[in-house]
């Protein structure tokens, strides 16, 4: 599976958009890009996940580069409750697997 | 449905001792995975399985046993537990429909070995 690079950390204000973004250059064209999170110690969660079109649902958005080489998920109103661990991960078609990294630790500060 | 549950909670083992931490899911999923995760680090992948009496070697294998006679349950059998096994330890499952592959996450199972 392709290695994705995400920033260490960032900090979002309440209610404004959070905007993380994860470097995927090397995925392959029958790669999947999955969005997981992690709230303090629980079990992680599925956020999202697209191959090449952009893709929205109830909790975020996510915009991949035509190149697919890149993405970016967009939580639209950031809320206190979106502080977590946030895993970009690019996983094969066919294989179940996923290779967690370390994640971006996203604060919301109200 | 419970989703996934995972038993015990917390557990605390002497050097040696061996255990099974149980994984159950309602979901008639096929595929389920084992994790740990050490403190300030990510998910690493044990033992998965991909349908009962199928089992397969993730990244991280030494130490760990399991087992799929039913598409329920997926325990993992600590053999001789060391200090380095102390983690937090997540079962998942998924079932895969047309490319999505969302795994549902039980809630860990803390374990500490003295």
């Known amino acids: 599976d392709a290695k994705t690079t995400q920033p260490p950390s960032m900090d979002c204000a309440e209610g404004r958009a959070a905007n993380l973004p994860c470097n995927h250059s090397?995925?392959?064209?029958?790669?999947?890009v999955y969005w997981y999170r992690q709230i303090h110690s629980q079990g992680p969660q599925y956020i999202i996940h697209g191959l090449k079109n952009n893709e929205t649902n109830e909790m975020a958005s996510l915009i991949i580069t035509e190149d697919r080489k890149s993405s970016t998920l967009i939580l639209p109103h950031a809320t206190l409750r979106d502080t977590a661990v946030y895993y970009c991960?690019?996983?094969?078609?066919?294989?179940?697997?996923?290779?967690f990294g370390a994640g971006t630790t996203v604060t919301v500060r109200a | 449905n419970a989703g996934v549950t995972q038993t015990p909670k917390f557990q605390v083992l002497k050097t040696g001792q061996s255990m099974t931490l149980q994984c159950a899911q309602d979901?008639?999923?096929?595929?389920m995975s084992w994790y740990r995760q050490d403190p300030g680090m990510g998910l690493r992948l044990i033992h998965y399985?991909?349908?009962?009496?199928?089992?397969d070697q993730g990244e991280v294998p030494n130490g760990y046993n399991v087992s799929r006679s039913t598409t329920e349950d997926f325990p993992l059998r600590l053999l001789s537990a060391a200090p380095s096994q102390t983690s937090v330890y997540f079962c998942?499952?998924?079932?895969?429909?047309?490319?999505?592959?969302?795994?549902?996450f039980g809630p860990g199972t803390r374990l500490t070995v003295l």
């Open positions: 991960i690019v996983r094969r078609f066919n294989d179940y697997k996923l290779s």
């Open positions: 399985s991909v349908g009962a009496g199928i089992t």
């Open positions: 979901m008639n999923h096929e595929y």
């Open positions: 090397t995925i392959s064209g029958n790669e999947y």
């Open positions: 998942a499952s998924s079932y895969e429909t047309s490319g999505n592959n969302e795994q549902f």
